[in-house]
Structure formats: C-alpha cells, structure tokens
C-alpha cells in the first residue's frame, strides 16, 4: 500500500484501498453486513451503499443479545468490551474490540491526538475519571502508556483528592470532560488552591464539544493557565479527530476513516453526500474491521473545511469542532440553536459556573429559559446576559439564577438540556 | 543464566545471580540503597543485609517529595504513578514503575495468579472494582489483558449495576475483594438475581486474607457456585503469591522474590531468619530494580511451609494465605487473636453477613467485642456464635447484632477492627 498522506489524491487511494480489503472480509464472515455491502472497487460503488443509523445497531443488539451480529471474528478473539455511556439517549450499545483493534485505538491516541498537542513521552498525564465501561477514558489511558508518558490513574476520588493529587504530584497534562475540568477549578478555588498555578502546563477533552468553543476554552485556559486542546471520538468508531497546533477546530484523521457531509434532517440519498459544508457527519471506520461501521450517521453537526491550515495537515478541518447534536436543536420564538450556540454566549461570564436549558411545553407551545449557577449566587449577571443572548441571536430567552451548587455535576458529559414534563 | 526450578538449589542459584546484578545496578545509581548495601557474592552476604521497614520508606517520601530517592533510573523512564490505598495506616505510599518493570508485574499475573487458577484467554474477566490510584486493580486488569482474556472494566458502576452487567454480558471470571464479592451477593439476593446460577465459573480475590480463610472461601464459593482464589502482593513489592490446585494457601513466586520469616515482635538479628515457619514474612524483591525492595518487614503474618505441593510446585506455601497483619493482633483476658481467627469462626454462619470488632479501653482494661450484621436482622444467631468463640478461643466475647446495612461496606477493604475512644 502506498501512503502517500501528501495529497489529497493519495490519501482517497489509500481508503479505497483499505475499504476494498476491508469489505471483503466482512463479506465473508459478517453476518451483519453481509447483506448491506457490495464489492467496492470504486468511489461510486461506495457512495452506493446504504447509511447505517445507530437505531439499526441498537435493535440487532436487542435481537442478538449480548453482543448482536456485527462481529467479523469469533468470540473469543475479542479481548475488550465496552459500552456507550447512553447520553445520546436509550439503550447503551456494547462494542467489543481485538488485541488488532485496540492497537489501533491506542496507535491514533499516541501518534495523532496527543502528538497533535505535542504531549511527549516527557509528559505526566493525571487522568480526572473513573475507569467505567465508558471506552473514551481508557483508550486515552492506553494511548499515553503507549506514548511512554507517566500515567496517573485518579479514578475512584472525590475532586477535592483530585486537586490535592494535582498539587502534590505535579502532573504535566490534565484529561477530562471540559466540563468537569471547570469543576475541578472550582472545587481547587473552594480549597484556597488557584490550579492556574499548578503544574499542568495542557489539558486534553472529550466527551463534549466544549473544549473546542471559544469562550468556553478561554474559561479552561484561565483556570489552568493551560494549552486546551479538544478531540472527538465515539464508542462505536474510535478516535477520530485531534486539535492541531491551529487550534480553531478539529482534524479529522483520514487515513483511519471516511467523513462525509449531509444536510441535517432530510432523508438523504447516499449518493449525495458532500465532503466539505455543514451537516451531519457520516463516517466510515477503515482500521476496525472486526465490528466495523460503514457510512454511519453520526447525529453529530459539524461544518467541514478542506481550506489549507497553517499546521500543515491535509486531513479535513471540522471547524469549531464537533459543535452539537443534530437532535439538541431547539427553536426559541422561530429561531433555531444548539446548545452549543448558548454556551458560547453563557462562558463570556466568568460569573457564571454553570447553566442548563430547560424546555417545556406550555399550552402546546415549546418555551425556552435558562438557569444560571453563578459563582457569587446572586443575579446582578443576568440583565447584561439577556440582553447578550438577544443580540447574538435576535430573541429574548429568560434567565434565572439558581443558588451556587445547584445544578447537577458529576465527571462525565454535563446534561445541558432538560425537558420539563407540564 | 540457567533458569533451574526444579530443584531448590537451582532456585537459590536463580536468586542469588538476580540479586547480584541488580544490588550492582543499585549501588551505582540508586540513592536510596547506595549506603544500605555492600557487594553480594553469596548467601552469607545476603543475610548480613539490613531489614528495610515501610516507616524508613515513609519517612524517604516525606523528605524527598513527591517520590523519595528509591529511583534507580531518571524520572522520565518511569511510566506510571500507583498509590497504596492507605489502610495499614498512615501516609499513602507512592510507588513508580517503569515500563520494563510493569511487564513484570503483568507477567507475573499472566503465568503464576491466572494460570494458577486455570484461567485463560478463553475467559471473560469481569473487574468490580474502580480504578483509583491503587495498582493492584491495574495490575490485574493489565496481567488479563496479557493473558488475552475479555476484559470487562467495572468501574464508575454501583453494586446494583455491577449485578446486571454479571447477569447480561456473562463474564467467567469475577475480580474482587473476598469482602466486595460477598456484597454483590447480598445485593443479587435484594434484587432477585441469584448470582450462584450466574455465568461466574471461578473468583479471584486480593486485598484482604479472605478468599484463604475457609469459611469465608467456602462462603463465596456457595453465593457464586465458583471455584475461589486467592493472591497476594503489595503495592511496594508487586504480587507475591497466588492460589493452585491444591487450594489450601498461597504459593510464594521464589523465582522473583526472596522470602523470609522472623518471629514477631521481636526486634530480630537479620542474620538469623528462617525460610520456613511461623512469624512475619521478610520479601527481597528481584524482578522490580528500579524501585526494588530488599529485605522488607511487611507486617504480614504467614506460616512458610517446604511439605511438597499435590500441584508440583516447588515454590514455598504460606498455609492458609496471608494470616492477618502483625499489628492487628489483639488481645481477649490474655488470649492473642487475629482477626483473620474470628472471621474464619464467623462465616461459618450463612446468618452473618458482615462484622466488626470493636476493641475499646475501659478502665484502663482492653475490652473486645463483636457486633455482627445477620441477614435477617434479628439476634437468634448470637447464643450459638458466642459459644462457639468460646469452644474456639477458651473466652467469652461479647456479640451484639446490629440491624441490617449499619456496617460500613465498600469495594475495597473491610475495615474490621475498630479502636474506641471512651
């Protein structure tokens, strides 16, 4: 195989090349896709098969229990097992990987997402989670044992034992949701230790897009006196994109995946996808072929860019990162948004150390307000925050602060919209 | 180097040839031992040796921090940071490794703990436990993922969830504390789940002398209708000891590690120890040079035996595990006990579901007593058990039950003796 990741030229060659070895084997031993696929010996036999959607993956797990059918291998060659952590709503799925598999994981840890943030062999890594059946965290553990970096388990403590483990072990990088790094400031300022003075000199997130919008990645950078950096993933793909040294969004790594565009919404002909614009991503898995995903319809928006970036990669930019759900969209008074829009807007302050959407239904319509935690508990913010939200937006959302300490926080994703039952 | 273990001299030899070149390394590089230790060319050398005790380790840490100055290499060739978990009292241990040296704790799970127990990559390993800076957790999961066995990581999990993860992905392996797994139990009987009728074919314990101890062995093999294993080690030395066929204690891995036992309590003549008998054991460490231990009091209580092995194993036997910790000895109107002696009489009652002892000075008197946590709340058990202490011990000791779930419970260890202030 010739990898030329050069061009743009070479790097298509070389996913057709890895596509069509990897299909036929599906072809022959995957009896979940043994009906789905076609041979690929082109682009256009490609772009003729079908999208796959995460329901359809959840109802063969429902019918094939434990595991379902989309395993190209026997049992036994799988040496991991874990589950989606369930906040895009339902069922987890489970996803099993091979010693090959999880090799893979690991390679596009240490030789894209940490070398993407220059974090070396040099580095300490203190790792701010628990070690659940969520993958995210313990691929970014292996992928940093793999990189020859010191690695600092801090699964099993209070936040408060994580700061003090920060202070007193002097870890070099923190990795973490953004939101829980924020909470960890936080919890550091209650205890008379400022962590902008500590040791971490970078800090590395998943798990939601905060750390690639700018304010809120301005807020992690004040707090740590830190370099943020983003990256995106998902349980049943694998790691798929880095920050680079640019820093205004994120690469999505090429020689490993597909990506491509549609519009959000529509029922869309496989046959035209894009591969640059705003839309949803599509993404096919090209190094994970023991329960791989073909044109899977991530239910991520994201805007991709292949304009020239100064870091020198060729790999496709989703600038901003991955910058929502499709499903989160929400319409205030006509206008729609994301609750990443919101964010953007709400982490200007740094009064406030947290928010929540709430939706409700009143008299069949959908109304919108926002709850705010600020960091004094009062509300002398919120005038300045309406007014904030109706520029940026063109409409006036209600905001209500809430007593300091109300608003759910635990180590995983942050839920930033709820649904209020009237 | 000629790897002889089948005879006893061949593993002396073994020993002795590792040892030497490793205090060679250690005395060019290692502040630590640099003034410990002189040149070993023989067995009469080993023992003139000084005895290492963990509060001069303690005290190491305290004065060099964060890691003290028992590094033979430089800091960038450690690669991970592991803590002890604190509960032989005092400061928190922390512990480096290098990459070479975590290939020899994970190698030493795959070809002694694992295959001791017959367990293999056809396995599908279930962790209960969570992930903290505690390395024994890791040292197993990582010895498993060597082995080639599923893993299945449950941190970040609740009992109630733990039980259903058992139920729905069918692992054959559960990795627990004797104490923890006694709690899924208990929990799979409130939800309805009988876990005796699970997919669990064998448990594998460490932390705690449980899974050596009989009734509490005999305990987990009914609630899981498993066979039970047990194994032994330290954060400072790495794993010591794992259960085989025979079931009937621990044997010591004496291609890896010196061990020693010296009467307790004594302040003893390092040139005088036994290597087999009653007393606290003394372990050399051979395979872990870059933070080594050589000739450590480990406060362990254990009786070495050289009777030959139904396994075939030539490497000595602690009987009946690690018997408890040196310090924990306590004492009942001038009788001596351990707790690992009132456990052994108490989890012959399927009643009892957990216990403490409650050690109190009254009148300047040692006062023992025991409350016991029965399955069904009441106190009809405790007529028969104080009696049978008596028969046991020779003395009376107070039992109190106590109503369901007032005992503490964790996932980590038990915390079986309580001093009272009065």
Redesign the interface.
């Given at each position: 195989m010739s990898m030329n990741l050069n061009t743009q030229a070479g790097i298509k060659a070389i996913q057709l090349e890895k596509l069509q070895a990897g299909i036929e084997e599906l072809q022959s031993s995957n009896l979940f896709y043994k009906s789905r696929l076609h041979e690929v010996n082109s682009w256009n036999d490609f772009y003729d098969l079908p999208f796959l959607t995460k329901a359809e993956l959840v109802e063969d797990q429902q019918r094939t229990?434990?595991f379902g059918t989309n395993l190209t291998y026997p049992?036994?060659d799988?040496?991991?097992?874990?589950q989606t952590s369930g906040s895009s709503g339902g069922r987890p799925l489970?996803w099993?990987d091979t010693?090959k598999s999880w090799l893979w994981w690991t390679g596009l840890w240490a030789n894209h997402i940490y070398k993407g943030a220059g974090i070396t062999?040099?580095d300490?890594i203190f790792f701010a989670?628990?070690?659940?059946?969520?993958v995210g965290f313990?691929s970014a553990y292996a992928g940093a044992?793999r990189l020859?970096?010191?690695?600092?388990?801090?699964?099993?403590?209070g936040s408060e034992q994580r700061v003090l483990?920060i202070k007193?072990?002097?870890p070099t990088v923190l990795c973490s949701t953004p939101t829980y790094a924020l909470r960890l400031a936080e919890v550091g300022a209650q205890m008379g230790i400022d962590l902008s003075k500590s040791s971490i000199k970078k800090t590395l997130h998943a798990g939601e897009p905060g750390a690639s919008i700018p304010s809120t990645k301005r807020a992690i950078e004040t707090a740590f006196g830190a370099s943020v950096y983003d990256h995106t993933g998902m349980t049943e793909l694998g790691p798929t994109g880095f920050t680079c040294s640019a820093g205004d969004g994120v690469h999505f790594i090429e020689s490993e995946f597909i990506f491509e565009v549609i519009p959000i919404g529509a029922d869309p002909d496989p046959r035209s996808t894009q591969s640059e614009g705003t839309g949803e991503l599509v993404v096919t898995n090209l190094g994970r072929f023991c329960s791989p995903l073909i044109r899977y319809r991530t239910g991520d928006l994201v805007e991709l860019s292949r304009n020239p970036c100064s870091c020198g990669s060729l790999f496709v930019k989703a600038v901003g990162g991955i910058q929502g759900r499709v499903d989160d969209m929400f319409t205030v008074r006509g206008i729609n948004l994301y609750p990443t829009q919101v964010e953007e807007v709400l982490m200007r302050y740094s009064e406030i150390v947290n928010f929540q959407i709430r939706h409700e239904k009143i008299r069949h319509m959908d109304e919108v307000s926002l709850l705010l935690e600020t960091r004094d508990g009062t509300d002398k913010v919120v005038e300045k925050v309406v007014l904030d939200l109706r520029h940026s937006f063109g409409v006036r959302i209600d905001c209500k602060c809430v007593p300091s300490g109300t608003l759910p926080r635990n180590e995983m994703k942050a839920k930033r919209v709820v649904h209020v039952q009237s």
């Open positions: 229990q434990p049992l036994g799988y040496v991991r097992l874990h489970r099993l010693g062999s040099e300490r989670f628990s070690f659940g059946p969520f313990w044992e020859g970096a010191m690695v600092i388990p801090g699964g099993s403590m483990a007193e072990l002097e």
